[in-house]
Protein backbone atom coordinates (compact mmCIF):
# COMPACT_ATOMS: atom_id res chain seq x y z
CA UNK A 1 0.00 0.00 0.00
CA UNK A 2 2.84 2.14 1.11
CA UNK A 3 4.42 1.88 -2.42
CA UNK A 4 1.12 2.33 -4.52
CA UNK A 5 0.69 5.69 -2.18
CA UNK A 6 4.47 6.60 -3.83
CA UNK A 7 3.65 5.51 -7.11
CA UNK A 8 0.36 7.81 -6.23
CA UNK A 9 2.26 10.77 -5.53
CA UNK A 10 5.26 10.66 -7.45
CA UNK A 11 2.86 10.84 -10.64
CA UNK A 12 0.96 13.57 -9.30
CA UNK A 13 4.64 15.61 -8.76
CA UNK A 14 5.65 14.39 -12.48
CA UNK A 15 1.99 15.32 -13.97
CA UNK A 16 2.32 18.80 -12.22
CA UNK A 17 6.47 19.42 -13.17
CA UNK A 18 5.23 18.61 -17.13
CA UNK A 19 2.64 20.82 -17.57
CA UNK A 20 4.71 23.80 -15.32
CA UNK A 21 7.77 23.20 -17.17
CA UNK A 22 6.50 22.57 -20.61
CA UNK A 23 6.33 26.62 -21.52
CA UNK A 24 9.72 27.48 -19.26
CA UNK A 25 12.12 24.39 -20.63
CA UNK A 26 10.90 23.56 -24.02
CA UNK A 27 8.64 26.35 -25.55
CA UNK A 28 10.49 29.53 -24.01
CA UNK A 29 14.42 28.25 -25.67
CA UNK A 30 12.78 27.02 -28.92
CA UNK A 31 10.93 30.82 -29.18
CA UNK A 32 14.59 32.53 -27.95
CA UNK A 33 16.65 30.35 -30.00
CA UNK A 34 14.20 31.08 -33.30
CA UNK A 35 14.46 34.80 -32.72
CA UNK A 36 18.27 34.66 -32.28
CA UNK A 37 18.13 32.68 -35.55
CA UNK A 38 15.79 35.07 -36.91
CA UNK A 39 18.22 38.09 -36.19
CA UNK A 40 21.55 36.80 -37.34
CA UNK A 41 19.46 35.85 -40.93
CA UNK A 42 18.26 39.59 -40.66
CA UNK A 43 22.16 40.68 -39.97
CA UNK A 44 23.24 38.57 -43.02
CA UNK A 45 20.22 39.82 -45.43
CA UNK A 46 21.41 43.77 -44.52
CA UNK A 47 24.82 43.09 -45.59
CA UNK A 48 23.80 41.48 -49.21
CA UNK A 49 20.73 43.71 -49.51
CA UNK A 50 22.07 45.01 -53.02
CA UNK A 51 22.51 41.29 -54.03
CA UNK A 52 19.25 40.85 -53.15
CA UNK A 53 17.63 43.35 -54.73
CA UNK A 54 19.28 42.41 -57.83
CA UNK A 55 17.81 39.04 -57.12
CA UNK A 56 14.48 39.80 -56.29
CA UNK A 57 13.95 41.63 -59.00
CA UNK A 58 14.22 39.06 -61.59
CA UNK A 59 10.65 38.11 -63.15
CA UNK A 60 10.02 35.00 -64.83
CA UNK A 61 6.95 34.96 -67.42
CA UNK A 62 3.99 33.92 -65.66
CA UNK A 63 4.89 33.94 -62.15
CA UNK A 64 3.93 36.61 -59.58
CA UNK A 65 5.63 39.76 -59.43
CA UNK A 66 8.54 40.26 -56.45
CA UNK A 67 7.60 42.57 -53.56
CA UNK A 68 9.94 45.83 -53.44
CA UNK A 69 13.20 44.96 -52.49
CA UNK A 70 14.86 48.28 -51.39
CA UNK A 71 18.76 48.31 -50.80
CA UNK A 72 18.44 50.62 -47.64
CA UNK A 73 16.30 49.42 -44.49
CA UNK A 74 12.87 51.38 -44.67
CA UNK A 75 11.88 54.06 -41.93
CA UNK A 76 8.16 53.07 -40.89
CA UNK A 77 6.08 55.74 -40.94
CA UNK A 78 3.12 56.52 -38.99
CA UNK A 79 -0.09 55.02 -40.10
CA UNK A 80 -2.02 58.40 -39.98
CA UNK A 81 0.85 59.38 -42.02
CA UNK A 82 0.85 57.33 -44.82
CA UNK A 83 -3.46 57.64 -45.30
CA UNK A 84 -3.43 61.03 -45.75
CA UNK A 85 -0.46 61.09 -48.68
CA UNK A 86 -2.54 58.73 -50.78
CA UNK A 87 -5.20 59.21 -52.79
CA UNK A 88 -7.45 56.78 -51.30
CA UNK A 89 -11.10 55.58 -51.92
CA UNK A 90 -12.91 55.74 -48.73
CA UNK A 91 -14.78 52.37 -47.21
CA UNK A 92 -18.10 53.09 -45.40
CA UNK A 93 -19.91 49.90 -43.76
CA UNK A 94 -21.29 49.11 -40.42
CA UNK A 95 -18.39 45.69 -40.32
CA UNK A 96 -15.40 47.86 -41.13
CA UNK A 97 -14.05 51.19 -41.50
CA UNK A 98 -10.77 52.07 -44.07
CA UNK A 99 -9.81 52.63 -47.42
CA UNK A 100 -8.63 51.70 -50.57
CA UNK A 101 -5.34 53.05 -51.77
CA UNK A 102 -5.94 54.24 -55.60
CA UNK A 103 -2.06 53.69 -55.99
CA UNK A 104 -1.47 50.41 -56.39
CA UNK A 105 -4.82 49.59 -56.10
CA UNK A 106 -4.49 47.97 -52.58
CA UNK A 107 -6.87 46.86 -49.88
CA UNK A 108 -4.58 48.25 -47.21
CA UNK A 109 -6.42 50.29 -44.78
CA UNK A 110 -9.35 48.03 -42.54
CA UNK A 111 -10.44 48.61 -39.15
CA UNK A 112 -12.69 46.35 -37.51
CA UNK A 113 -15.69 48.67 -36.48
CA UNK A 114 -17.62 45.76 -34.01
CA UNK A 115 -13.97 44.99 -31.80
CA UNK A 116 -11.76 47.25 -29.86
CA UNK A 117 -8.51 46.95 -28.60
CA UNK A 118 -10.04 46.44 -24.92
CA UNK A 119 -12.83 45.97 -23.07
CA UNK A 120 -13.68 49.70 -22.93
CA UNK A 121 -15.93 50.71 -25.47
CA UNK A 122 -14.16 54.45 -26.07
CA UNK A 123 -11.14 52.04 -27.05
CA UNK A 124 -9.38 52.08 -30.52
CA UNK A 125 -10.99 50.18 -33.35
CA UNK A 126 -8.96 46.88 -34.06
CA UNK A 127 -6.74 47.87 -36.88
CA UNK A 128 -6.37 44.24 -39.40
CA UNK A 129 -4.78 45.89 -42.30
CA UNK A 130 -2.34 48.65 -42.84
CA UNK A 131 -0.31 50.14 -45.55
CA UNK A 132 3.10 48.54 -46.62
CA UNK A 133 4.96 51.85 -45.47
CA UNK A 134 3.92 51.24 -41.27
CA UNK A 135 5.61 48.98 -39.03
CA UNK A 136 2.80 46.47 -39.02
CA UNK A 137 2.20 46.80 -43.24
CA UNK A 138 -0.53 43.97 -43.63
CA UNK A 139 -2.53 44.10 -47.14
CA UNK A 140 -3.93 42.50 -50.18
CA UNK A 141 -3.33 43.14 -53.37
CA UNK A 142 -4.65 41.68 -56.49
CA UNK A 143 -2.86 42.10 -59.95
CA UNK A 144 -2.04 40.18 -63.22
CA UNK A 145 1.95 38.47 -63.87
CA UNK A 146 3.47 37.19 -66.79
CA UNK A 147 3.95 40.72 -68.94
CA UNK A 148 6.06 44.12 -68.15
CA UNK A 149 3.26 46.88 -68.29
CA UNK A 150 0.62 45.33 -65.65
CA UNK A 151 0.04 47.99 -63.33
CA UNK A 152 1.96 47.71 -60.40
CA UNK A 153 2.59 49.58 -56.68
CA UNK A 154 2.85 52.82 -58.65
CA UNK A 155 0.08 53.07 -60.93
CA UNK A 156 -2.49 55.22 -60.03
CA UNK A 157 -5.67 54.00 -60.62
CA UNK A 158 -9.47 55.80 -61.67
CA UNK A 159 -12.05 55.39 -60.01
CA UNK A 160 -15.68 55.73 -60.80
CA UNK A 161 -17.27 56.77 -57.93
CA UNK A 162 -16.05 58.50 -54.49
CA UNK A 163 -16.43 55.28 -52.02
CA UNK A 164 -17.06 51.82 -51.64
CA UNK A 165 -20.59 51.38 -49.68
CA UNK A 166 -21.13 47.85 -48.01
CA UNK A 167 -23.91 46.02 -50.41
CA UNK A 168 -22.40 48.24 -53.85
CA UNK A 169 -19.46 48.35 -55.90
CA UNK A 170 -16.49 50.13 -57.12
CA UNK A 171 -14.97 50.02 -60.51
CA UNK A 172 -11.34 51.35 -61.09
CA UNK A 173 -9.48 51.48 -64.47
CA UNK A 174 -6.09 51.82 -65.30
CA UNK A 175 -4.38 52.22 -69.15
CA UNK A 176 -1.10 50.89 -69.61
CA UNK A 177 -0.56 52.92 -72.84
CA UNK A 178 0.27 50.04 -74.78
CA UNK A 179 -3.20 48.83 -75.96
CA UNK A 180 -4.29 47.64 -72.31
CA UNK A 181 -6.61 48.51 -70.00
CA UNK A 182 -7.52 46.89 -67.17
CA UNK A 183 -10.62 47.23 -64.84
CA UNK A 184 -11.02 46.33 -61.53
CA UNK A 185 -14.59 45.75 -60.06
CA UNK A 186 -14.44 45.37 -56.11
CA UNK A 187 -17.66 44.66 -53.96
CA UNK A 188 -18.23 44.66 -50.53
CA UNK A 189 -21.36 42.94 -48.23
CA UNK A 190 -22.75 43.74 -45.67
CA UNK A 191 -20.09 41.92 -43.37
CA UNK A 192 -16.15 41.03 -44.45
CA UNK A 193 -15.98 39.53 -48.00
CA UNK A 194 -14.83 41.58 -51.06
CA UNK A 195 -15.27 40.33 -54.03
CA UNK A 196 -12.79 41.04 -56.47
CA UNK A 197 -13.41 41.15 -60.70
CA UNK A 198 -10.42 41.52 -62.51
CA UNK A 199 -10.73 42.43 -66.17
CA UNK A 200 -8.41 43.24 -69.31
CA UNK A 201 -9.30 44.11 -72.85
CA UNK A 202 -6.58 44.24 -75.58
CA UNK A 203 -7.09 46.71 -78.15
CA UNK A 204 -3.66 46.50 -79.26
CA UNK A 205 -2.10 44.48 -82.33
CA UNK A 206 -0.80 41.80 -80.89
CA UNK A 207 -1.53 39.33 -78.30
CA UNK A 208 -0.54 38.86 -74.90
CA UNK A 209 -0.25 35.89 -72.02
CA UNK A 210 -1.05 36.44 -68.48
CA UNK A 211 -2.11 35.30 -65.50
CA UNK A 212 -4.48 36.58 -62.73
CA UNK A 213 -3.10 36.22 -59.10
CA UNK A 214 -3.74 37.80 -55.20
CA UNK A 215 -1.52 38.15 -52.17
CA UNK A 216 -1.61 38.40 -49.15
CA UNK A 217 1.74 40.19 -47.12
CA UNK A 218 2.44 40.73 -43.82
CA UNK A 219 5.53 42.48 -42.27
CA UNK A 220 6.99 40.90 -39.38
CA UNK A 221 5.36 38.68 -37.10
CA UNK A 222 2.46 39.01 -34.31
CA UNK A 223 3.84 40.68 -31.18
CA UNK A 224 1.62 38.50 -29.06
CA UNK A 225 2.72 34.97 -27.90
CA UNK A 226 -0.28 32.28 -28.60
CA UNK A 227 -0.94 29.18 -26.30
CA UNK A 228 0.57 26.26 -28.12
CA UNK A 229 -3.13 24.92 -27.90
CA UNK A 230 -3.91 27.76 -31.29
CA UNK A 231 -2.17 27.94 -34.38
CA UNK A 232 -1.84 32.08 -35.54
CA UNK A 233 -0.09 32.05 -38.64
CA UNK A 234 -0.20 31.01 -42.47
CA UNK A 235 -2.91 28.55 -43.07
CA UNK A 236 -4.55 26.96 -46.29
CA UNK A 237 -6.88 24.45 -47.61
CA UNK A 238 -5.89 22.84 -50.67
CA UNK A 239 -6.62 19.41 -52.35
CA UNK A 240 -5.40 17.54 -49.10
CA UNK A 241 -7.51 19.54 -46.88
CA UNK A 242 -6.56 22.11 -44.30
CA UNK A 243 -2.99 22.69 -43.56
CA UNK A 244 -1.63 24.87 -40.98
CA UNK A 245 1.99 26.20 -40.96
CA UNK A 246 4.20 28.08 -38.52
CA UNK A 247 5.96 31.32 -39.28
CA UNK A 248 9.43 29.56 -38.84
CA UNK A 249 8.52 27.12 -40.72
CA UNK A 250 7.55 29.39 -43.24
CA UNK A 251 10.77 31.01 -42.88
CA UNK A 252 12.82 27.36 -43.21
CA UNK A 253 10.60 26.07 -46.06
CA UNK A 254 8.46 28.02 -48.69
CA UNK A 255 5.04 26.02 -49.35
CA UNK A 256 3.85 25.76 -52.90
CA UNK A 257 0.69 23.31 -54.02
CA UNK A 258 -1.80 23.29 -56.92
CA UNK A 259 -5.44 23.18 -56.10
CA UNK A 260 -7.90 21.70 -58.54
CA UNK A 261 -11.19 21.26 -56.21
CA UNK A 262 -11.37 25.21 -54.76
CA UNK A 263 -9.80 25.75 -51.67
CA UNK A 264 -8.19 29.09 -49.62
CA UNK A 265 -4.91 30.30 -48.33
CA UNK A 266 -4.30 33.49 -46.38
CA UNK A 267 -3.04 34.25 -42.58
CA UNK A 268 -4.99 33.52 -39.19
CA UNK A 269 -4.62 35.54 -35.98
CA UNK A 270 -6.38 34.43 -32.66
CA UNK A 271 -9.62 36.28 -33.96
CA UNK A 272 -9.12 37.94 -37.02
CA UNK A 273 -8.64 36.50 -40.78
CA UNK A 274 -7.38 37.46 -43.85
CA UNK A 275 -8.21 35.08 -46.53
CA UNK A 276 -7.54 34.80 -50.08
CA UNK A 277 -10.70 32.84 -51.82
CA UNK A 278 -10.08 32.34 -55.73
CA UNK A 279 -12.99 30.61 -57.66
CA UNK A 280 -13.58 27.52 -56.22
CA UNK A 281 -14.26 25.91 -59.91
CA UNK A 282 -11.04 26.46 -61.38
CA UNK A 283 -7.18 25.41 -61.09
CA UNK A 284 -4.66 27.84 -59.19
CA UNK A 285 -1.13 27.57 -57.69
CA UNK A 286 -1.27 28.14 -54.04
CA UNK A 287 2.28 29.31 -52.24
CA UNK A 288 3.26 30.34 -48.83
CA UNK A 289 6.65 32.13 -48.32
CA UNK A 290 8.73 34.68 -46.74
CA UNK A 291 11.03 37.70 -47.73
CA UNK A 292 13.56 39.90 -46.33
CA UNK A 293 13.27 42.81 -46.94
CA UNK A 294 14.63 46.32 -45.93
CA UNK A 295 15.86 44.36 -43.10
CA UNK A 296 12.93 42.95 -42.08
CA UNK A 297 10.69 40.16 -42.55
CA UNK A 298 7.29 39.35 -44.79
CA UNK A 299 5.14 36.63 -45.10
CA UNK A 300 3.29 36.27 -48.33
CA UNK A 301 0.16 34.18 -48.94
CA UNK A 302 -0.29 34.16 -52.73
CA UNK A 303 -2.03 32.08 -55.42
CA UNK A 304 -1.82 32.46 -59.02
CA UNK A 305 -4.18 30.99 -62.12
CA UNK A 306 -3.47 29.69 -65.19
CA UNK A 307 -1.86 31.81 -67.90
CA UNK A 308 -4.59 33.33 -70.45
CA UNK A 309 -3.65 34.36 -73.97
CA UNK A 310 -5.81 37.62 -75.44
CA UNK A 311 -5.85 38.07 -79.17
CA UNK A 312 -6.19 41.64 -80.56
CA UNK A 313 -9.62 42.44 -79.56
CA UNK A 314 -10.59 39.95 -76.75
CA UNK A 315 -10.73 40.32 -73.00
CA UNK A 316 -10.77 38.10 -70.53
CA UNK A 317 -12.65 38.39 -66.56
CA UNK A 318 -11.88 36.69 -63.18
CA UNK A 319 -13.27 37.07 -60.23
CA UNK A 320 -12.34 35.88 -56.68
CA UNK A 321 -12.47 36.99 -52.96
CA UNK A 322 -10.68 38.31 -50.21
CA UNK A 323 -12.15 37.45 -46.60
CA UNK A 324 -10.84 40.05 -44.00
CA UNK A 325 -12.50 40.29 -40.55
CA UNK A 326 -13.61 38.36 -37.74
CA UNK A 327 -14.06 34.88 -37.09
CA UNK A 328 -17.20 34.19 -36.35
CA UNK A 329 -18.71 30.99 -36.54
CA UNK A 330 -22.14 31.75 -37.76
CA UNK A 331 -20.41 33.95 -40.49
CA UNK A 332 -17.85 31.59 -41.53
CA UNK A 333 -20.13 28.76 -42.26
CA UNK A 334 -22.58 30.71 -44.03
CA UNK A 335 -19.35 31.81 -46.67
CA UNK A 336 -19.03 28.10 -46.29
CA UNK A 337 -22.35 27.34 -47.67
CA UNK A 338 -23.61 30.09 -49.59
CA UNK A 339 -20.30 30.24 -51.64
CA UNK A 340 -19.36 27.06 -51.69
CA UNK A 341 -15.86 27.79 -49.59
CA UNK A 342 -14.09 24.02 -48.63
CA UNK A 343 -13.79 24.11 -44.70
CA UNK A 344 -14.04 27.73 -44.58
CA UNK A 345 -15.31 27.15 -41.13
CA UNK A 346 -12.15 25.43 -39.97
CA UNK A 347 -10.51 29.15 -39.84
CA UNK A 348 -11.21 28.72 -36.47
CA UNK A 349 -8.83 26.44 -34.44
CA UNK A 350 -11.09 24.24 -32.97
CA UNK A 351 -8.46 21.74 -32.24
CA UNK A 352 -8.18 17.77 -31.84
CA UNK A 353 -11.80 17.66 -29.95
CA UNK A 354 -13.64 19.58 -32.36
CA UNK A 355 -16.31 16.80 -31.99
CA UNK A 356 -16.54 18.29 -28.44
CA UNK A 357 -15.64 21.98 -28.92
CA UNK A 358 -17.95 22.67 -31.69
CA UNK A 359 -21.24 21.37 -29.52
CA UNK A 360 -20.28 23.01 -26.13
CA UNK A 361 -19.94 25.95 -28.29
CA UNK A 362 -23.36 25.71 -30.30
CA UNK A 363 -24.42 24.82 -26.94
CA UNK A 364 -23.05 28.18 -25.28
CA UNK A 365 -24.46 30.03 -28.03
CA UNK A 366 -27.75 28.76 -27.76
CA UNK A 367 -27.91 29.58 -23.96
CA UNK A 368 -26.49 32.86 -24.76
CA UNK A 369 -29.15 33.74 -27.08
CA UNK A 370 -31.60 32.78 -24.83
CA UNK A 371 -30.10 34.70 -21.75
CA UNK A 372 -28.40 37.38 -23.18
CA UNK A 373 -25.19 36.79 -21.10
CA UNK A 374 -22.14 34.53 -22.07
CA UNK A 375 -21.49 33.68 -18.41
CA UNK A 376 -24.74 33.03 -17.33
CA UNK A 377 -24.78 30.65 -20.13
CA UNK A 378 -21.77 29.32 -19.11
CA UNK A 379 -23.24 29.05 -15.32
CA UNK A 380 -26.73 26.85 -17.56
CA UNK A 381 -24.17 24.77 -19.59
CA UNK A 382 -22.18 23.58 -16.55
CA UNK A 383 -25.96 22.34 -15.15
CA UNK A 384 -26.38 20.32 -18.05
CA UNK A 385 -22.94 18.84 -18.29
CA UNK A 386 -24.05 17.42 -14.82
CA UNK A 387 -27.24 16.00 -15.92
CA UNK A 388 -25.72 14.20 -18.33
CA UNK A 389 -23.51 13.15 -16.45
CA UNK A 390 -25.44 12.57 -12.87
CA UNK A 391 -26.08 8.73 -13.29
CA UNK A 392 -22.31 8.26 -13.15
CA UNK A 393 -21.57 10.82 -10.93
CA UNK A 394 -24.12 9.20 -8.84
CA UNK A 395 -22.59 6.40 -8.39
CA UNK A 396 -19.51 8.39 -7.58
CA UNK A 397 -20.90 10.18 -4.49
CA UNK A 398 -22.34 6.72 -3.45
CA UNK A 399 -18.81 5.35 -3.59
CA UNK A 400 -16.94 8.08 -1.81
CA UNK A 401 -19.52 7.86 0.78
CA UNK A 402 -19.79 4.34 1.69
CA UNK A 403 -15.51 4.64 1.10
CA UNK A 404 -15.49 7.63 3.67
CA UNK A 405 -17.80 4.99 6.51
CA UNK A 406 -15.20 2.14 5.57
CA UNK A 407 -12.21 4.05 6.79
CA UNK A 408 -11.99 2.86 10.42
CA UNK A 409 -12.27 -0.59 9.36
CA UNK A 410 -9.66 -0.10 6.58
CA UNK A 411 -7.35 1.68 9.19
CA UNK A 412 -7.97 -1.54 11.55
CA UNK A 413 -6.95 -3.19 8.61
CA UNK A 414 -3.52 -1.60 8.27
CA UNK A 415 -2.60 -2.15 11.21
CA UNK A 416 -3.58 -5.99 11.71
CA UNK A 417 -2.03 -6.79 8.46
CA UNK A 418 0.65 -3.81 7.95
CA UNK A 419 3.76 -6.19 7.46
CA UNK A 420 1.86 -8.59 5.50
CA UNK A 421 1.23 -6.82 2.17
CA UNK A 422 -0.03 -9.22 -0.06
CA UNK A 423 -2.98 -10.17 3.09
CA UNK A 424 -3.57 -6.87 3.17
CA UNK A 425 -4.56 -6.15 0.02
CA UNK A 426 -7.01 -9.45 -0.45
CA UNK A 427 -8.43 -8.37 3.02
CA UNK A 428 -9.14 -4.89 1.67
CA UNK A 429 -10.38 -6.33 -1.36
CA UNK A 430 -12.34 -8.51 0.26
CA UNK A 431 -13.97 -5.48 2.51
CA UNK A 432 -14.36 -3.80 -0.60
CA UNK A 433 -16.59 -6.99 -2.27
CA UNK A 434 -18.42 -7.35 0.91
CA UNK A 435 -20.10 -3.78 1.19
CA UNK A 436 -20.52 -2.94 -2.61
CA UNK A 437 -18.07 -0.23 -3.00
CA UNK A 438 -15.95 -0.09 -6.15
CA UNK A 439 -12.89 2.31 -5.26
CA UNK A 440 -12.35 3.04 -8.74
CA UNK A 441 -16.22 4.74 -9.20
CA UNK A 442 -14.68 8.00 -7.79
CA UNK A 443 -11.84 8.59 -10.80
CA UNK A 444 -14.35 8.37 -13.44
CA UNK A 445 -16.04 10.87 -13.66
CA UNK A 446 -12.91 12.78 -12.94
CA UNK A 447 -11.72 11.31 -16.14
CA UNK A 448 -14.85 12.17 -18.35
CA UNK A 449 -14.42 15.38 -16.98
CA UNK A 450 -11.15 16.25 -18.42
CA UNK A 451 -11.62 16.60 -21.84
CA UNK A 452 -14.73 18.50 -21.24
CA UNK A 453 -13.05 21.12 -19.27
CA UNK A 454 -10.16 21.09 -22.25
CA UNK A 455 -12.76 21.57 -24.87
CA UNK A 456 -14.73 24.64 -22.71
CA UNK A 457 -10.75 26.06 -22.33
CA UNK A 458 -10.54 25.97 -26.02
CA UNK A 459 -13.80 27.12 -27.09
CA UNK A 460 -13.69 30.08 -24.70
CA UNK A 461 -10.06 30.99 -25.93
CA UNK A 462 -10.83 31.01 -29.72
CA UNK A 463 -14.18 32.02 -30.20
CA UNK A 464 -14.56 35.35 -30.44
CA UNK A 465 -17.69 35.66 -29.34
CA UNK A 466 -16.15 35.14 -25.71
CA UNK A 467 -14.26 38.03 -26.57
CA UNK A 468 -14.64 41.07 -24.50
CA UNK A 469 -18.12 39.25 -23.45
CA UNK A 470 -19.16 40.57 -19.89
CA UNK A 471 -20.81 38.70 -16.94
CA UNK A 472 -21.31 41.07 -13.86
CA UNK A 473 -20.02 43.29 -11.53
CA UNK A 474 -16.40 43.59 -12.42
CA UNK A 475 -16.26 40.68 -14.98
CA UNK A 476 -16.01 42.66 -18.41
CA UNK A 477 -14.22 39.80 -20.29
CA UNK A 478 -14.86 36.38 -20.07
CA UNK A 479 -11.93 35.46 -21.97
CA UNK A 480 -9.54 37.15 -19.84
CA UNK A 481 -8.22 36.60 -16.47
CA UNK A 482 -10.05 37.38 -12.99
CA UNK A 483 -9.24 41.58 -13.08
CA UNK A 484 -10.09 41.68 -9.58
CA UNK A 485 -6.79 40.84 -8.48
CA UNK A 486 -6.46 39.77 -4.43
CA UNK A 487 -2.57 40.03 -4.44
CA UNK A 488 -2.78 44.52 -5.06
CA UNK A 489 -5.74 44.64 -2.66
CA UNK A 490 -7.94 44.72 -5.51
CA UNK A 491 -6.01 48.03 -6.82
CA UNK A 492 -5.72 49.89 -3.85
CA UNK A 493 -1.61 48.70 -3.51
CA UNK A 494 -0.32 50.31 -6.91
CA UNK A 495 1.40 47.57 -7.89
CA UNK A 496 1.09 44.97 -10.93
CA UNK A 497 1.54 41.90 -9.69
CA UNK A 498 3.35 39.70 -12.56
CA UNK A 499 1.58 36.65 -13.84
CA UNK A 500 2.51 34.05 -11.21
CA UNK A 501 1.12 36.50 -8.43
CA UNK A 502 -1.75 37.69 -10.19
CA UNK A 503 -4.31 35.95 -7.85
CA UNK A 504 -8.28 37.14 -8.51
CA UNK A 505 -11.15 36.86 -6.36
CA UNK A 506 -12.79 34.11 -8.65
CA UNK A 507 -9.62 31.66 -8.21
CA UNK A 508 -9.59 31.56 -4.37
CA UNK A 509 -12.94 30.84 -4.86
CA UNK A 510 -12.40 27.91 -7.20
CA UNK A 511 -9.63 26.90 -4.82
CA UNK A 512 -11.76 27.26 -1.59
CA UNK A 513 -14.71 24.74 -2.97
CA UNK A 514 -12.04 22.44 -4.12
CA UNK A 515 -11.09 22.52 -0.40
CA UNK A 516 -14.65 22.10 0.99
CA UNK A 517 -15.43 19.39 -1.75
CA UNK A 518 -12.08 17.42 -0.44
CA UNK A 519 -13.05 17.73 3.38
CA UNK A 520 -16.30 15.49 2.06
CA UNK A 521 -14.15 12.67 0.34
CA UNK A 522 -12.68 9.76 2.21
CA UNK A 523 -9.74 10.62 3.64
CA UNK A 524 -6.55 8.74 2.09
CA UNK A 525 -4.51 6.75 4.91
CA UNK A 526 -0.75 7.78 3.67
CA UNK A 527 -0.02 11.04 5.89
CA UNK A 528 2.06 12.44 3.17
CA UNK A 529 -0.71 11.75 0.37
CA UNK A 530 -2.99 13.58 2.76
CA UNK A 531 -0.71 16.61 2.57
CA UNK A 532 -0.11 16.30 -1.14
CA UNK A 533 -4.30 16.53 -1.52
CA UNK A 534 -4.18 19.14 0.86
CA UNK A 535 -2.04 21.42 -1.16
CA UNK A 536 -4.01 20.59 -4.66
CA UNK A 537 -6.32 23.34 -3.76
CA UNK A 538 -3.78 25.55 -3.50
CA UNK A 539 -1.99 24.90 -6.96
CA UNK A 540 -4.94 24.87 -8.75
CA UNK A 541 -5.78 28.26 -7.19
CA UNK A 542 -2.72 29.49 -8.67
CA UNK A 543 -2.73 27.29 -12.30
CA UNK A 544 -6.62 28.78 -13.18
CA UNK A 545 -5.55 32.33 -11.89
CA UNK A 546 -4.00 33.27 -15.35
CA UNK A 547 -7.00 31.13 -17.22
CA UNK A 548 -9.69 33.05 -18.71
CA UNK A 549 -12.08 33.86 -15.94
CA UNK A 550 -15.06 32.26 -17.87
CA UNK A 551 -13.24 28.65 -17.57
CA UNK A 552 -13.34 29.43 -13.67
CA UNK A 553 -16.69 30.08 -13.06
CA UNK A 554 -17.55 26.97 -14.86
CA UNK A 555 -14.93 25.02 -12.47
CA UNK A 556 -16.06 27.06 -9.39
CA UNK A 557 -19.98 26.41 -10.02
CA UNK A 558 -19.38 22.86 -11.47
CA UNK A 559 -17.64 22.44 -7.87
CA UNK A 560 -20.35 23.96 -5.60
CA UNK A 561 -22.96 21.50 -7.58
CA UNK A 562 -21.06 18.56 -6.86
CA UNK A 563 -20.84 19.59 -2.85
CA UNK A 564 -24.42 19.83 -2.98
CA UNK A 565 -24.52 16.61 -5.01
CA UNK A 566 -22.70 14.63 -2.43
CA UNK A 567 -23.89 16.52 0.90
CA UNK A 568 -26.88 15.04 -0.20
CA UNK A 569 -26.08 11.47 -1.19
CA UNK A 570 -23.85 11.19 1.65
CA UNK A 571 -26.92 11.91 3.97
CA UNK A 572 -29.25 9.07 2.12
CA UNK A 573 -26.09 6.88 2.49
CA UNK A 574 -25.42 7.67 6.42
CA UNK A 575 -29.69 6.63 6.59
CA UNK A 576 -29.00 3.61 4.44
CA UNK A 577 -25.76 2.25 6.03
CA UNK A 578 -25.65 3.09 9.90
CA UNK A 579 -22.27 2.42 11.98
CA UNK A 580 -22.98 -1.41 12.97
CA UNK A 581 -24.03 -2.40 9.16
CA UNK A 582 -20.09 -2.38 8.43
CA UNK A 583 -19.09 -3.98 11.39
Known amino acids: MMQENRNFIL ?119 SPSETAQGYFAEFGWAGIENAPRNNAVWQADKDELVAGSEVTLTW ?157 LENYRDKLDIKLFNYAIDWGWFDFLTKPIFYGLDYLYGLTGNFGVAILLF ?68 IPVFFALYKTLYVTIDMRHAPFFGWIKDLSAPDPLLVTNLFGLIPWDPPGFLAIGVLPILMGVTMWLQQKLNPQVGDPVQQKIFMFMPIMFTFILAQFAVGLVIYWTWNNILSIIQQWIIMRRVEEELPENATS
Open 175 to 331: ANGEGLLFVRTIALDENYMFTITQEVRNTSAQPVTLAPYGRVVRHGRPEDKALYILHEGPIWVMDEGKEEFSYDEIAEEPRQEQSHDGGWLGITDKYWLVALIPDQKGLFTGGLKRYLSGGSEKFQADYIREAVTLQPGQSVKVTNRLFAGAKKVGL
Open 11 to 129: AIVLTMGILLGYDYFYTKPRQEAAEKARQEQLAAQKEADGKSAQAGAAVDAGSIPALEQPIVKQVPVARDNVLANAPRLPIRSDRVHGSISLRGGRIDDLTLADYRVEADKDAPEVVLL
Open 382 to 449: TVVIRLILFPIANKQFISMSKMKKLTPKLKALKEKYGDDRMRLQQETMALYKKEQVNPLASCLPIFIQ
